[in-house]
């Protein structure tokens, strides 16, 4: 739908959000049977009409790992849980957070086009479907696991790129990002926020994340919707991410404004994004539309946001194929992420795919897999105290803390940057390939981000 008034477009998708979220609750309040186990609200985005409490007691846990976790977790509801609560492994999956900043490469040749392109305003089609394509990946309802301190993650061997991540922060939890290849350098800080609300949970993105496209040197700012995952203990799980992307050229002012639509009962409107791209007045050039889950498209339009006459609706991007009924929803990337195809040689002893939990479950060794996350977490404990025994701070590696602090529409946000130093380590190790051994087991190397690796805790 075009804009009345392009300048007020963002009022309006703010407007759209609370009357969507309006009407769903008005559905909700006439729908008395639809009303789940313990009185805790179920949808499934999917449609159909089952009994509404039987859809409730599907799922991965068994009844009575839903009804103990459900009585431990009641005390939590309205409180921010990000690092208060020990979850099971039933409900992860096997790749951390550090792991998952780096899912976003996937379709890194969308930036690659970005920065080859002449039009300003096609540059933010493609570096707006770069950002919208992560959120395919982003449905998956398993949990990656949470980073230990010094926790890495390194990718190459993918769009000429070299990405490194690191758990900088335990207490707020805070990961740094950096990739980089001929055309692009991306920069993130992440933080979350979350809200538990019984049978859902906000999460709240208090991030800053920055492309510079190398050509032109331009810098794309990004803010991304929040997101909220249905049904957490009772029913069939879903994740839904409503309201506005804002993507910012802040070296020109021009902008792209995309709108998440809410997912609506029985699933109506769930994946659609629509929205345009707008010069530094504000005026809407293109319009953009698909679904986060499938494909984007885009169209020139007039003043009115109307597709101009001539001109017809282009896709930019398509979600590539993925593996069928897969256990954990992964794409061939996010597998290849797990592997050594994707890994550089003599690979950082803090790199996420040597976690013993995380491989463990992987294999499918759920008890295993439990053990282990238990006995990382209890190291981690014990060199905390020895750290604050010492009167020392940990210091991370390749991202250093800044001064700075990011406003962002959730919280305010501590900023680190990519030192370099990660650059100067890979090219001394290219630089002695030959005498490298590449290393392709697992097991063969031990996890070991720990700040004091020679003394027991």
């Not at 009407?23 to 309040?29: D, P, R, T």
């Not at 395919?136 to 769009?159: D, S, V």
């Not at 050229?249 to 639509?261: A, E, M, R, S």
Request: glycine letters at 8%.
């Amino acid at each position: 739908m075009a804009p009345n008034d392009p300048k007020q477009s963002s009022g309006g998708f703010f407007s759209s959000i609370a009357s969507g979220l309006s009407n769903i609750g008005s559905a909700m309040s006439r729908s008395v049977g639809l009303v789940s186990y313990e009185g805790l609200e179920v949808i499934n985005p999917e449609g159909g009409t089952e009994d509404a409490e039987e859809e409730a007691k599907r799922g991965r846990w068994q009844q009575e790992e839903r009804d103990s976790f459900w009585r431990m977790m009641q005390k939590y509801v309205g409180s921010d849980i990000t690092s208060m609560v020990t979850l099971p492994v039933m409900i992860f999956e096997p790749m951390t957070m550090v792991q998952k900043m780096a899912e976003l490469m996937e379709y890194s040749h969308l930036l690659d086009l970005a920065d080859e392109c002449d039009d300003p305003h096609m540059r933010l089609v493609y570096a707006a479907s770069f950002f919208i394509s992560v959120y395919y990946a982003f449905q998956r309802t398993w949990k990656p696991f949470n980073p230990i301190l010094g926790e890495t993650y390194e990718l190459t061997n993918h769009g000429g790129i070299t990405f490194i991540s690191e758990q900088v922060s335990h207490h707020p939890p805070i990961s740094a990002g950096h990739a980089e290849n001929e055309h692009f350098t991306y920069d993130i800080t992440s933080k979350v926020k979350t809200k538990f609300l019984g049978n859902s949970i906000e999460i709240y993105p208090l991030g800053r994340s920055r492309v510079t496209l190398k050509r032109d040197g331009v810098v794309l700012d990004l803010v991304p919707p929040l997101t909220k995952v249905s049904n957490l203990i009772f029913g069939r799980t879903w994740i839904d991410s409503p309201g506005e992307m804002v993507l910012t050229n802040i070296t020109t002012g021009d902008k792209v404004v995309l709108y998440f639509q809410p997912c609506g009962w029985f699933g109506t409107g769930r994946y659609e994004v629509d929205g345009y791209v707008y010069n530094a007045d504000e005026e809407p050039k293109i319009l953009m539309t698909g679904k986060w889950n499938e494909a984007m498209s885009y169209q020139p339009c007039d003043l009115e946001g109307e597709p101009r006459a001539g001109t017809e609706l282009q896709e930019v991007w398509r979600v590539a194929e993925a593996p069928k009924n897969d256990k954990h929803q992964y794409t061939y990337f996010a597998h290849k992420m797990n592997s050594f195809d994707t890994a550089p040689k003599k690979l950082l002893p803090s790199d996420s795919r040597l976690r013993p939990d995380r491989y463990a479950l992987e294999k499918g060794d759920l008890s295993k897999s439990g053990a282990e996350k238990s006995s990382l977490e209890e190291r981690q404990r014990a060199e905390k105290k020895l750290r604050e025994a010492k009167g020392e701070q940990f210091t991370p590696k390749w991202f250093d803390q800044t001064n700075e602090v990011h406003p962002t529409p959730w919280g305010e946000l501590e900023l680190y940057q990519y030192n370099g130093k990660y650059t100067e380590h890979r090219a001394a190790i290219d630089a002695s390939s030959d005498t490298v051994e590449e290393v392709t087991d697992i097991e063969s190397l031990e996890f070991n981000p720990w700040q004091y690796p020679n003394e027991s805790p």
